[in-house]
């Protein structure tokens, strides 16, 4: 069975300062994505950052990047110089085949 | 990225009526589309997932009758609350899967928050 763990249910940065939110998961594929969305106040789901199993190369986006050990199965998301905008709830996600699965969100504020 | 549009975005029906929430890829073919749930501070719940022209895929616990899911093109799939009851209350959301040059990530529509009296 698929399974998502965020272990984190709300946690609090300072403006400009770094966080990292922890993942892990559970699959016996050899081959799957894996995603990190935001879901800010406005309650629209917005990509991340995405890795893909194969790839070693640890996925970046600005000011967003992972940490992804495959044989551990944890997918962490480092936030650099964390702004306002950033306080969302965040979902790490797992893609099988043509099935998604969702950790239970990781509250995220950024305090001014 | 690709777009979709979901609407209403919001929608206050009375007890017993029927409720359609329009889910429409806008610039791309949706090969998938699925429908979730997400009650207030949780995460989201899958109903059911669509094929264009085909029957959808429900999840356990998930009332067929009452959440009737149509994915009639490429483009646009309807979510059909029936015979809407409070209970039924929640903030719903679609998303669809794309060919072609996107890698994999689900497309989410804005979402539509139902509220039955």
């Known amino acids: 069975a698929q399974t998502v763990t965020q272990s984190q249910p709300e946690m609090s940065v300072q403006e400009a300062e770094t966080v990292t939110l922890s993942c892990t998961y559970d699959?016996?594929?050899?081959?799957?994505?894996l995603f990190w969305y935001k879901q800010p106040p406005s309650r629209q789901m917005i990509l991340v950052i995405r890795?893909?199993?194969?790839?070693?190369q640890n996925a970046t986006e600005n000011r967003f990047s992972v940490n992804f050990q495959k044989a551990a199965k944890s997918f962490s998301l480092k936030i650099s110089d964390s702004q306002l905008g950033d306080t969302a709830m965040y979902f790490c996600?797992?893609?099988?085949?043509?099935?998604?699965?969702f950790g239970s969100g990781t509250k995220l504020n950024v305090k001014p | 990225g690709a777009v979709v549009s979901q609407h209403p975005s919001w929608v206050i029906c009375k007890s017993g009526t029927s409720v359609k929430i329009e889910c429409r890829s806008l610039?791309?073919?949706?090969?998938?589309m699925f429908w979730y749930r997400q009650f207030p501070k949780q995460s989201l719940m899958l109903m059911a997932t669509?094929?264009?022209?085909?029957?959808?895929?429900?999840e356990q616990g998930v009332e067929k009758d009452k959440f009737l899911i149509n994915h009639a093109s490429l483009t646009l799939s309807t979510l059909t609350v029936t015979s809407a009851h409070p209970e039924d209350s929640s903030f719903y959301i679609c998303?669809?899967?794309?060919?072609?040059?996107?890698?994999?990530?689900?497309?989410f529509g804005e979402g539509s928050r139902l509220t039955v009296l």
């Open positions: 998303s669809a899967t794309a060919q072609g040059k996107y890698t994999g990530e689900l497309f």
């Open positions: 699959t016996s594929e050899s081959n799957y994505y």
């Open positions: 890795q893909e199993a194969y790839k070693q």
């Open positions: 996600v797992l893609r099988n085949f043509n099935k998604f699965y």
């Open positions: 610039d791309f073919q949706a090969t998938t």
């Open positions: 669509s094929n264009e022209g085909s029957k959808a895929t429900y």
